[in-house]
């Protein structure tokens, strides 16, 4: 056979390139290559590569996320602090009363400023119906010791037990639930905040109010010139505007007659 002939017997195609796979193909192909490394990496470590081996605690952990800053929380609940502890004498009884959330709005509509309100008090009174949930719930309605109010009020203020007494106080409880609604929920809010008891003094009149109620001596330097307490707004006008109920001999009183806060103290 000669040269030519040799030539011709060859195959037309064999100097061609190889026709590209398919995309199934190629689909296979990088799946066998990803099941082989997988294989690969669980023999030398003890990481968890399967999704049904994570955790459930790390699962929410990885989930979670702040829906309002520590800076925020914090600053809503000083805010809430400084405007409740001192109207808190006489507030007290009556918002222990209240028999629905629109008696707690009338109460907070009597003490709150205008026209123009802090962010705080504007929260507070756009989520009146957490707030009676929680006035309600057992972690509020717990009683205070004596010996809670006695070192809230007389250890020395840079003391973490003193920090961690005033933290108990009905105040500060109301406003640590309720610094991060609606955000987030009143319990989660009360949590994030206790763990960082506020700073602010405790209100000059509910010093007064505790002292009196607990019979703790007041300070004998104590110097009252110029002090006073505010004189909450009356309730009914508010109670009307909100649709209240007339008030009967079995209501909570809500009137703004005595208490402990209603008149000035100079």
């Given amino acids: ?71 925020d929380l914090f600053c809503n609940r000083d805010g809430l602090i400084q405007w409740l502890e001192p109207i808190w004498p006489w507030m007290e009884d009556r918002i222990l009363a209240a028999r629905n959330s629109e008696h707690i709005r009338a ?62 106080l009905p105040t500060r409880q109301i406003a640590n639930a309720m610094a991060g609604v609606p955000e987030i929920a009143w319990r989660t809010s009360l949590d994030r905040c206790s763990d960082q008891p506020a700073e602010p003094l405790i209100a000059l009149n509910l010093d007064m109010y505790y002292r009196e109620e607990f019979d703790i001596p007041a300070p004998q330097d104590r110097n009252l010139t110029g002090s006073f307490c505010p004189v909450p707004k009356s309730l009914q ?10 008030q009967t001999d079995k209501e909570p009183n809500l009137t703004t007659e005595s208490g402990a806060g209603g008149s000035e103290n100079t």
Avoid: H, Y
Wanted: with cysteine; proline share 8%.
């Fill in 237 to 246: 006008p508010v109670l009307n505007r909100a649709g209240g109920e007339q």
């Fill in 107 to 168: 109460l907070l509509e009597a003490v709150a400023e205008m026209p123009e309100r802090p962010p705080w008090q504007r929260r507070l009174l756009q989520n009146v119906a957490a707030f009676f949930e929680f006035l309600r719930d057992e972690r509020f309605r717990k009683t205070l010791p004596r010996a809670t109010v006695v070192g809230a009020l007389t250890l020395p203020w840079e003391d973490e037990k003193r920090k961690r007494a005033a933290n108990q």
């Fill in 1 to 71: 056979m000669n040269a030519r002939k040799k030539r011709s017997s060859k195959p037309l195609d064999k100097g061609l390139p190889k026709p590209s796979p398919s995309p199934f193909e190629e689909l296979e192909r990088r799946v066998a290559a990803l099941e082989k490394n997988v294989a690969l990496l669980k023999s030398v470590s003890a990481l968890p590569f399967c999704a049904d081996e994570v955790t459930e605690n790390e699962k929410k952990k990885s989930g979670a996320k702040q829906k309002i800053s520590d800076e």
